[in-house]
């Protein structure tokens, strides 16, 4: 009987570290199993933010080109008015000059024409006091 009892609690104390061993397994390949999974989503969370930053870098790229577009027609309109700009200067210039032109033809002309009057030599113009020169 004794021999019975010691083959029992051999066989208990063999089953239950056999079933401490698959429990220990379970745990570990639970435990690997886990890890795996850790990874795999890690490594889906890099996939995901490398996917968003390349959306991003997208975004700021097109951003950026509007942004220079935007630059370059207002300097493109800039450049319109200075353009307008000279060339209303321009035509006040030339004006200006063609009034003087005009208002010198106008002072020669009205020289002769006092001349005429006054029956005066145009190689020696001389004025009379009556007419005021200018």
Known sequence: MLEIQ???EEGRKKLLDEVAAQL???????????????ICDISHRNKLRE???EVLDKMLEENQKRV??????????????????YQELEQ?????????????????EERANQMKLLGKNKSRPKLSFAVGSK
């Open 6 to 8: 010691r083959q029992l």
């Open 24 to 38: 220990a397994k379970g745990k570990e390949a639970a435990h690997l199993e886990a890890r795996k999974k850790e």
């Open 51 to 53: 996917r968003e930053r």
């Open 68 to 85: 220079e577009e935007a630059q370059r027609r207002e300097a493109l309109e800039q450049l319109r008015k200075e353009e307008e700009w």
């Open 92 to 108: 006040i210039q030339r004006q200006k000059e063609e009034a003087t032109r005009r208002k010198k033809l106008e002072e020669e």
